[in-house]
């Protein structure tokens, strides 16, 4: 009797290509701790958008370009998980907050933070970090020395502080905050994502600061209780803040969110800063057009504002250039939760998966001639950044950078005052001045010395007219509707600022269009919300 197997034949699971050279253990952990980007790049180079290797017993795949970031940052949480990937934060925010809480507890903590960040109080901060800027440079004198690094860790603890934590944190206990939140941020090493807990003296530092950090802030709520006036800051946002079933925020929770603004707003700053200064001394002319930008719109003694921090691309394509070639994650990571997919490959569940802003930001044909410090790639004649999740120093999609809007904010309101006030050069060969991937925030060598020289200020103050380029759009346009990515969407309520006639955001951060289909007069509001979207969530079209 003949009988017919009609079995279908299984296509076997076609897996990521691996990285040769693990060794039992430890993976490819040596090759990868040596320096983590060069190893990456090798991967990019050897193996293409997708390559798997080994930190000790974890299997990552590496995924790179623009095709590859969009789908890394576009999966939804429940195939890649953020919360599941950042455990590392767990010790130093505390259990059962942010990453380490249940994805709808999550979910209303970040609301809460955004609180913080929204258009309105941000509006207010140019001026706090002028003045910070100029308290801290008062006794330079006419030249002097720094450790740039240094200078700049102190300073932007001081601006971050100042403007989301309020005046306890910067004025009553300073010095003690600025070493417990040195502490913390130490326990950001490699090491500690894969063993979190590990009985190291760094790790003991961290949890000593943690708890040191919940007492002071129970304390200051306590004394807060008693005032008959309430403060408008991050602190007293979150004391005031409550879950969707009424629950109040416990002061460990508070902590814990305190913790997650302030390295929003510092925990990256410091190296973008410190790195902007150095680029701009090995590059003179660039350090040039950057003075003539800021001469011409401030004059000597203009008042740097919110709104004038907007009108200086220079500065602004400057300051993007850095974050591409420094940018200062090593890798943003996720779980894979379900297994994923991509250009044919299946990545298991149980496997992690991270995209590395440094290594796409130097894909030649993305990025043509990628070593080269070149802010004009950003011009309107090039925009090499225009193609979506090309430019991915803040990281994108719905998890981007919530505090990526306040640090553009403080390095443009830091530099408007420095680079006006002094000029800057190298103490050291230039090509001593090196990234430090020893830590997970890299940031320059220490220590990175440069010579500061007080300014001799001749030009005269130049009022340019500028073209408004939207304005002649509506004078052209038969129209214009607006789309709306609301998986990019954060609520940051920049959009309503600019344009009330056309959005809406409630206080639970949710954006509601009120005209799809505008008549033409608001065209420019339109545009001035679309192109000041921190998420670039915002699409405006000229109808054909």
């Known amino acids: 009797m003949n009988t017919t197997d009609t079995r279908k034949t299984v296509e076997p699971r076609k897996e990521p290509p691996k990285m040769p050279g693990a060794l039992p253990l430890l993976g490819n952990m040596l090759e990868f701790g040596r320096n983590p980007f060069d190893y990456m790049m ?10 798997e290797f080994r930190m000790f017993h974890q299997k990552m795949v590496l995924m790179t370009g623009p095709e590859a970031n969009e789908a ?15 455990k590392i934060m767990t010790p130093i925010f505390g259990k059962g907050v942010v990453f ?57 603890i001081y601006t971050s502080s100042h403007c989301l934590l309020g005046d306890e944190f910067r004025y009553e206990l300073n010095e003690e905050f600025v070493k417990i939140y040195h502490d913390l941020e130490k326990g950001l090493s490699p090491l500690a994502f894969v063993f979190p807990y590990l009985p190291l003296p760094v790790f003991r530092r961290r949890d000593k600061a943690r708890i040191r950090l919940q007492e002071l802030v129970t304390g200051i709520i306590a004394k807060r209780a008693q005032k008959p006036e309430k403060s408008e800051d991050a602190f007293q946002i979150l004391i005031d803040a409550s879950y969707d079933d009424g629950t109040r925020l416990s002061a460990h929770e508070i902590t814990g969110m305190l913790i997650g603004t302030i390295f929003a707003g510092h925990h990256t700053t410091a190296g973008t800063a410190a790195w902007t200064l150095l680029e701009l001394a090995r590059q003179p002319e660039q350090l040039e057009r950057g003075l003539d930008e800021l001469d011409a719109h401030f004059g000597r003694d203009g008042e740097v504002t919110f709104q004038s921090l907007r009108e200086i691309p220079v500065l602004e394509n400057i300051i993007k250039e850095v974050l591409r070639l420094h940018p200062p994650l090593i890798f943003l990571i996720r779980k894979v939760m379900q297994d994923f997919l991509f250009k044919g490959y299946t990545v298991k569940a149980g496997k992690y998966v991270c995209a590395s802003p440094r290594v796409s930001h130097r894909i030649a044909d993305v990025f043509p001639d990628p070593e080269k410090f070149d ?47 002094y ?34 200020f001749n030009k005269e103050t130049v009022a340019e007219s500028t073209t408004n380029n939207a304005q002649e759009s509506a004078q052209i346009s038969p129209g214009f509707k607006i789309e709306i990515d609301r998986e990019l969407c954060q609520g940051h309520a920049t959009c309503m600022a600019e344009a009330p006639e056309l959005f809406q955001v409630d206080d639970a951060g949710n954006l509601s269009v009120l005209q799809y289909n505008p008549p033409l007069d608001l065209l420019t509001k339109a545009q001035q919300a679309e192109k000041y979207c921190p998420t670039k969530a915002i699409i405006v079209k000229l109808n054909e």
């Not at 991967?43 to 997708?50: A, V, Y």
Request: with cysteine.
């Open 72 to 86: 890394f940052f576009r999966a939804p949480d429940a195939q890649l998980d953020q919360s599941q990937a950042y």
């Open 375 to 421: 802010p004009e790639r950003y011009s309107e004649a090039r925009q090499e950044d225009a193609k979506p999740f090309s430019w991915i120093a803040f990281g994108g999609g719905k998890h981007k950078c919530s505090g990526n809007a306040f640090a553009m904010l403080q390095l443009k309101a830091i530099f408007s005052v420095l680079l006006r006030r």
């Open 423 to 456: 000029t800057f050069e190298l103490v050291d060969d230039k090509d001593s001045y090196q990234d430090d991937f020893t830590q997970m925030v890299v940031q320059p060598v220490s220590p990175c010395r440069v010579r500061y020289l007080k300014r001799t």
């Open 42 to 51: 090798t991967l990019r180079n050897k193996l293409g958008e997708l390559g």
């Open 100 to 156: 380490d809480a249940p994805p709808h507890k999550k979910d209303q903590q970040l609301k809460m933070l955004m609180q913080v960040l929204r258009d309105k109080p941000m509006r207010g901060y140019a001026q706090v970090i002028v003045r910070e800027v100029e308290q801290t440079i008062a006794d330079w004198g006419d030249t002097g020395e720094i450790d740039l690094l240094g200078f700049m860790k102190e300073l932007t």
